[in-house]
């Protein structure tokens, strides 16, 4: 049983704005799990486009786990774009230098930390993720939806701001499923049981991961 090649820039022969997203980016700050995918109506490059006010100097980064499924114009807001929302002013005089290089001297601006991306997340067209969002595993992400807080894994979200719609599964199936941690299994063994991975029988996988263990 053959499985994708994880390391394939275009996986779907003859079709080249679908891509293994790890297998494009150049931005340090950027790091993507195996199988994550991103598709763009124009060209999957625009990616790295999307990702805004990634500075050096914020020492923030975009984490995205695997087996993702990101669709076209997902952008990602990073710190780079914050500004003071308890001063007089949020205009960033220092930033302009001169006399106003040290307006800022004994301060900071607002830093909310990584975004991390779990792992089997799909985020739908348009959607919008700000600074320091951790989205859980296995959540869903509405088209549009503008992410301003944490999402829960096997969550779906919708709105601006996005609001939690219902769970996945129940919180019992959820608490296997994360237990289970399908993603990091080896590829072989996830090529074995992929028609359970696409079907909605829970106990199925995981009485089958249990079967093994006692082997």
Same mark, same amino acid.
């Given at each position: 049983?053959?499985?994708?090649?994880?390391?394939?820039?275009?996986?779907?022969?003859?079709?080249?704005?679908?891509?293994?997203? %790890?297998?494009?980016?150049?931005?340090?700050?950027?790091? *993507?799990?195996?199988? =994550?995918?991103? !598709?763009? @109506?124009?060209? *999957? %490059?625009?990616?790295?486009?999307? /990702?805004?006010?990634?500075?050096? @100097?914020?020492? !923030? %980064?975009?984490?995205?786990? +695997?087996?993702?499924?990101?669709?076209?114009?997902? #952008?990602?807001?990073?710190?780079?774009?914050?500004?003071?929302?308890?001063?007089?002013?949020?205009?960033?005089?220092? /930033? @302009?230098?001169?006399?106003?290089?040290?307006?800022?001297?004994?301060? #900071?601006?607002?830093? +909310?930390?990584?975004?991390?991306?779990?792992?089997?997340?799909?985020?739908?067209?348009?959607? =919008? &993720?700000?600074?320091?969002?951790?989205?859980?595993?296995?959540?869903?992400?509405?088209?549009?939806?503008?992410?301003?807080?944490?999402?829960?894994?096997?969550? &779906?979200?919708?709105?601006?701001?996005? +609001?939690?719609?219902? +769970?996945?599964?129940?919180?019992?199936?959820?608490?296997? $499923? $994360?237990?289970?941690?399908?993603?990091?299994?080896?590829?072989?063994?996830?090529?074995?049981?992929?028609? $359970?991975?696409?079907?909605?029988? &829970?106990?199925?996988?995981?009485?089958?991961?249990?079967?093994?263990?006692?082997?």
């Amino acid at each position: 049983m053959a499985a994708p090649d994880k390391n394939s820039t275009f996986p779907l022969p003859g079709y080249n704005r679908l891509c293994f997203l %790890k297998n494009i980016i150049r931005n340090p700050n950027i790091m *993507v799990g195996d199988y =994550t995918y991103y !598709d763009d @109506f124009e060209d *999957v %490059k625009n990616f790295e486009k999307n /990702v805004k006010y990634l500075f050096d @100097f914020n020492h !923030d %980064k975009l984490i995205i786990g +695997k087996f993702c499924m990101i669709a076209a114009d997902v #952008s990602f807001i990073m710190n780079g774009a914050n500004h003071l929302t308890d001063a007089v002013s949020a205009y960033p005089f220092a /930033v @302009f230098g001169e006399d106003w290089k040290d307006a800022m001297e004994g301060k #900071s601006y607002p830093h +909310k930390g990584n975004t991390v991306v779990g792992n089997d997340v799909w985020i739908g067209y348009q959607a =919008t &993720i700000m600074p320091g969002v951790h989205i859980g595993d296995g959540a869903i992400i509405a088209a549009n939806a503008v992410v301003t807080k944490n999402v829960e894994p096997y969550a &779906i979200v919708g709105g601006n701001p996005a +609001k939690e719609i219902r +769970k996945r599964f129940s919180e019992n199936e959820i608490a296997a $499923l $994360l237990a289970l941690k399908w993603w990091d299994w080896d590829i072989q063994k996830i090529t074995t049981h992929v028609h $359970l991975l696409t079907g909605n029988n &829970i106990d199925a996988i995981i009485n089958i991961v249990k079967d093994q263990t006692t082997l």
